[in-house]
């Protein structure tokens, strides 16, 4: 049994993570503000440590006995970075940095990073994009990402710090806030709740690659302690779906015509961003993913 700790571990992505390492076994310590006053995860015996990423004490009281850390937790969203880019810099990446020098300071093994796998790789023109693929990033959220990817490098090379940088596509499932502002399926679900208009950018050409929340979470911590090939790894599932497709499903899921506000796409959106996973796979096994039907089917009745 292996001491992680999961930092974000009330938020969509680290929730998950934190029942999926339960699952394998680990004894998880769960690091987050808990503002709302209530656990997303669901797993019993998780240790709970009420503390704010901004403060070095409390990472530093969080860190130490730890094994691995599980990074996920961001103080931006894509939105929020763009409107504001000084903000991920002097929250995300220099608080990261900080979290890097007290994982070397007390001997974490290493440290899991949720990286970005969409906007991180630019509009290349590429049918799919690999982990040894230019990355190309133009909005502040991926920059940030890609930077605080490249501190980890430095960790390594000065320090010792083992770590693995995760490029996840877009996750979607349940616990997903839609208040965030930050993907397509949990804000056009809401919308439908809310018998409101989905916001649709363009004609709903751009296409995504998606994975069901717990699918991602899987396969992130099935790396857990693993001497991994590489540094880093795509996740997602390999297949591009359009906004059109998504929203379709969405209106058989609702069994209902979905409204839709056209709005312009913004300069800083990607045309077409699929992950290629072989990497994952041809060291680890192809994984049997939720299909993006069921996924929705499943997000919407979570909802209800």
């Known amino acids: 049994m292996s001491k992680c700790l999961v930092i974000g571990a009330n938020g969509f992505i680290g929730s998950h993570i934190v ?15 808990f503002s709302s006053g209530r656990e997303l995860y669901t797993s019993p015996g998780v240790t709970q440590f009420i503390g ?71 509009d290349q023109g590429r049918d799919t994009y690999g982990e040894t693929d230019p990355v190309l990033p133009v909005s502040p959220y991926a920059i940030g990402k890609l930077t605080i990817e490249h501190y980890l490098r430095y960790f390594r090379a000065k320090h010792g710090l083992q770590s693995v940088s995760l490029r996840i596509s ?10 965030r502002k930050q993907g397509l399926i949990p804000i056009a679900l809401q919308s439908v709740q809310l018998s409101e208009p989905v916001v649709r950018f363009g004609a709903g050409s751009m296409v995504r690659d998606f994975i069901h929340v717990e699918d991602a979470a899987a396969l992130i ?27 379709s499903i969405i209106g058989e899921a609702v069994h209902r015509p979905l409204e839709i506000r056209e709005l312009p796409t913004p300069p800083t959106f990607i045309g077409k961003v699929v992950l290629d996973t072989s990497r994952y796979t041809a060291e680890f096994g192809k994984p049997s993913l939720t299909s993006l039907r069921e996924g929705i089917l499943s997000t919407w009745a979570s909802l209800n």
């Open 52 to 122: 704010d990423f901004l403060n070095e004490s409390d990472l530093n009281d969080a860190i130490r006995g730890q094994e691995y850390v599980f990074h996920f937790l961001s103080t931006t969203t894509p939105a929020t970075a763009d409107n504001e880019p000084t903000l991920d810099v002097r929250t995300n990446i220099t608080q990261s940095v900080e979290l890097f020098r007290l994982c070397v300071e007390h001997d974490v093994s290493k440290v899991y990073f949720a990286s970005t796998g969409g906007a991180i790789y630019g």
């Open 170 to 179: 877009n996750p979607y499932g349940p616990r997903q806030h839609p208040h």
């Open 19 to 33: 029942d999926s390492l339960v699952a394998g076994g680990h004894s998880v310590t769960a690091f987050d503000r």
């Open 221 to 247: 911590t099935g790396l857990t302690g693993l001497d991994t090939e590489y540094d880093l790894y795509n996740i997602g599932s390999g297949a591009g779906h359009s906004v059109a497709d998504v929203l």
